[in-house]
């Protein structure tokens, strides 16, 4: 299964966004010229490895770039990006 990538341009922050599906799970992107980022993330089936699937398959259709994700705002949000070594801001939850 592949993931469905939506662009869309958000004028207030000067730029474009990126919707993406795969499964049950929704997430927000922006892209840089070497760096991908993981903006909001949604999952309607949570403890089903969804989330972590779609990281495996960002980092397949984004070769070559760092994933980067917004500070994680739960435990499990932090255990997914460190398992999946998604580089983020160091923030206490």
Do not use: C
């Not at 499964?23 to 309607?44: C, H, N, P, Q, R």
């Not at 070769?63 to 460190?82: A, L, T």
């Amino acid at each position: 299964m592949k993931i469905n990538y939506q662009k869309s341009k958000f004028p207030m922050i000067g730029g474009e966004l990126t919707e993406a599906r795969y499964k049950g799970v929704f997430m927000t992107l922006a892209e840089g010229a070497d760096w991908v980022s993981i903006y909001s993330v949604d999952s309607m089936n949570q403890g089903k490895g969804e989330v972590q699937e779609m990281i495996d398959l960002i980092k397949k259709d984004y070769v070559g770039k760092k994933v980067y994700g917004s500070v994680p705002m739960n435990k499990v949000m932090k255990h997914i990006f460190d398992k999946k070594e998604v580089a983020y801001a160091e923030e206490s939850i």
